[in-house]
Every structure is written in C-alpha cells, then in structure tokens.
C-alpha cells in the first residue's frame, strides 16, 4: 500500500464516503418506504456488503471514526433497544472487534 496520502488511500477514502453518502440517500426515504425494504437495500447491501469491507481495511482510529459517521445516518427508530434491525448485527459486531482494537493508552484511542 502507499503511503496515507498515496494515490491508493484518496481513491479509497473517495469511494468510502460516496458510499456513506449514498447510504444517507437511501436512509431519507424512511417513513416513505417500508423499514423491511428500505432495510435490506440500505443495510443488507450498501452497509454489509461495502462498507463494512472498507472498516476492515482502515486502522482502528480510523474504523471508529468511519463508524461514527455511519451510525449518524440511521434512523433514530431503528437504534432504540426495542427494535432489532437483523442487519446490524454484522455492524455491531465490527464495531465491537474496533473497539478490542483501540490503544487506549493514546488519546486518540479514547
């Protein structure tokens, strides 16, 4: 890989957040289609299928940072305890091996 401001790593960093935006756009028709579909298209696909292989790439300061940006794009509804979203199962689980990841000892760990 080059080096963080290699040719690699902008193309990367471009492709991660149109991917971002386009979950974003999908995510703003919630309440106009149904959360089954919108669900499986927004999540099963675009988070599962894209970004989350992107988390896996970045180091984990980065990862938690991506994460965040990610979770500001979902519905408040669908983070609630009450309601199980299947398809962030994967997310969470991701965002649990980036925290085992995280030096703490560095402030930008914390």
Known sequence: MESKGGGI?????????????L?????????????RVL???AL??????????????C???????KC????????RGWLQ???SVPHLSMFVNQIKIIAQCLDV???LGR
């Open 9 to 21: 790593n902008v193309f990367f960093q471009h492709q991660f957040g149109s991917a971002v935006k």
């Open 59 to 65: 180091e984990p300061t980065d990862a938690a940072n």
């Open 23 to 35: 979950l974003r756009n999908l995510l703003s028709w919630q309440g106009l289609v149904s959360d």
């Open 68 to 75: 965040t940006m990610i979770v500001s794009t979902f519905p």
């Open 81 to 83: 305890q009450e309601c």
């Open 44 to 57: 099963g696909s675009v988070l599962n299928r894209y970004l989350l292989a992107a988390l896996r790439t």
């Open 39 to 41: 669900q499986d298209v």
């Open 105 to 107: 000892s560095t402030v």
